[in-house]
Structures are given as structure tokens and as C-alpha cells.
Nanobody, 121 residues
Framework: QVQLVESGGGLVQPGGSLRLDCAAA????????MGWYRQAPGKQRELVAE???????NYEDSVKGRFTISRDNANNTLYLQMNSLKPEDTADYYC???????????????WGQGTLVTVSS
């Protein structure tokens, strides 16, 4: 139906930067809210940042000023620019989207498969 595919994870040293991309494809009429979540080992999944279709954003306190979420509505793509990375940012990062599904116009939530970000020296 709808697939979210993340890319851009990897290993980076503390203080470094990474950019995560999430491409949405499939039976998409439009996408409402989109967001990035993360889950560290032994911890619950948490919201990192979210963005509405019109561009309003919300960030988890620990990433404010370091991470920037953005989206390209024409290409159904979500981004997360991560700067000044810290070891505690290490986690699997998941893309989330609230999609209006084509033809049915039902609203469904979809998740990506996750991409691992490791911050270590």
C-alpha cells in the first residue's frame, strides 16, 4: 500500500553530523503529519521531531538546536539533519507518516523499517 524507506544512518563521531532521509511511495493521495522517532536499546520508542504538512515543527527537548526536520511535499520525502551528535543519540531511527490513502481516502499511519545511528569515537 504505502512504503516508507529510510536512509542515511551510520557511524559518526561525537560532534559530527548525519542526515536521514525518508522516501514515501505507494498509494498516496497526500501526507499529513510526518515525524522521526528513535528507539535506543532497552528503551521505549520516543518522538524526536515532527512536522505538519504546512511546515510547523515540534522537537524533543534534548535535540532542540541540534536537529532540524524538514519535508518536500512534492516528492513525499522527509529529512532529519542531525548536528552536534552525542553518544546518547545512538538509536534506531524510524520515519512515521500519517497518510491519506489514494482511492479509499482513508487515513492510515505508516512506519519505516528503521535506520541505525551510532555515535561513538
Amino acid at each position: 500500500q504505502v512504503q516508507l524507506v529510510e536512509s542515511g544512518g551510520g557511524l559518526v563521531q561525537p560532534g559530527g553530523s548525519l542526515r536521514l532521509d525518508c522516501a514515501a511511495a505507494g498509494f498516496i493521495s497526500s501526507i499529513n503529519d510526518m515525524g522521526w522517532y528513535r528507539q535506543a536499546p532497552g528503551k521505549q520508542r520516543e518522538l524526536v521531531a515532527e512536522i505538519t504538512r504546512s511546515g510547523s515543527t515540534n522537537y524533543e527537548d534534548s535535540v532542540k538546536g541540534r536537529f532540524t526536520i524538514s519535508r518536500d511535499n512534492a516528492n513525499n520525502t522527509l529529512y532529519l539533519q542531525m548536528n552536534s551528535l552525542k553518544p546518547e543519540d545512538t538509536a534506531d531511527y524510524y520515519c512515521h507518516a500519517v497518510v491519506v490513502v489514494k482511492l479509499s481516502y482513508r487515513i492510515r499511519e505508516f512506519w519505516g523499517q528503521g535506520t541505525l545511528v551510532t555515535v561513538s569515537s
